[in-house]
T-cell receptor, first 112, second 112 residues
């Protein structure tokens, strides 16, 4: 099938290690941020979100950190598994019915 | 329940042909978005509907691109006189008056 993100930055981690994927966003007015996972041939899949009034949110094996001062977002994946291999995008928007603006994406490769 | 579906999954068109891409959102979702994803890049916003009203079409790259959602459910993205630069994955997303957008698998358009 087709590949997503042939020319994207790549993060290679060993199975079981923790992964940290970073993203810089552009709009200081953005009030909602989302991390999406995209596997080849599939649409983006929601992982975790965070509102601008928070600086940290945890899910199952994932944590998102938001630093509004420097407009930086990170996704931490604990105990990375082979099934986590995909391209990860951060996205931002400014309202409940507004468009998402996506970052450039990072390819995560999990090695055994 | 069923997610967002798109058809066809793959479309090959000769330069100059017209194409129509279909999106079936999640039942009851008010908001519907179209995005274009070039190879190696994040999705980029094309247009947004709330029910049958097209509220934002600022991302449509040219007047060859047209989208409709006549009954507030299924949407069609039409591209007239396709050009090679139109080759991309076209993603549809829907949401129910919330920040979270649910994406379909996309239609990969290849213009020869």
């Amino acid at each position: 099938g087709e590949s997503v993100g042939l020319h994207l930055p790549t993060l290679s981690v060993q199975e079981g290690d923790n992964s940290i994927i970073n993203c810089a966003y552009s709009n200081s007015a953005s009030d909602y941020f989302i991390w999406y996972k995209q596997e080849s041939g599939k649409g983006p899949q929601f992982i975790i979100d965070i509102r601008s009034n928070m600086d940290k949110r945890q899910g199952q094996r994932v944590t998102v950190l938001l630093n509004k001062t420097v407009k930086h977002l990170s996704l931490q994946i604990a105990a990375t598994q082979p099934g986590d291999s995909a391209v990860y995008f951060c996205a931002e928007n400014t309202g409940t019915a507004s468009k998402l603006t996506f970052g450039t994406g990072t390819r995560l490769q999990v090695t055994l | 329940g069923a997610g967002v579906s798109q058809s066809p999954r793959y479309k090959v068109a000769k330069r100059g042909q017209d194409v129509a891409l279909r999106c079936d959102p999640i039942s009851g979702h008010v908001s519907l978005f179209w995005y274009q994803q070039a190879l190696g890049q994040g999705p980029e916003f094309l247009t947004y509907f709330q029910n049958e009203a097209q509220l934002d079409k600022s991302g449509l790259p040219s007047d060859r691109f047209f989208a409709e959602r006549p009954e507030g459910s299924v949407s069609t993205l039409k591209i007239q006189r396709t050009q090679q630069e139109d080759s991309a994955v076209y993603l549809c997303a829907s949401s129910f008056l919330s920040y979270e957008q649910f994406f379909g698998p996309g239609t990969r358009l290849t213009v020869l």
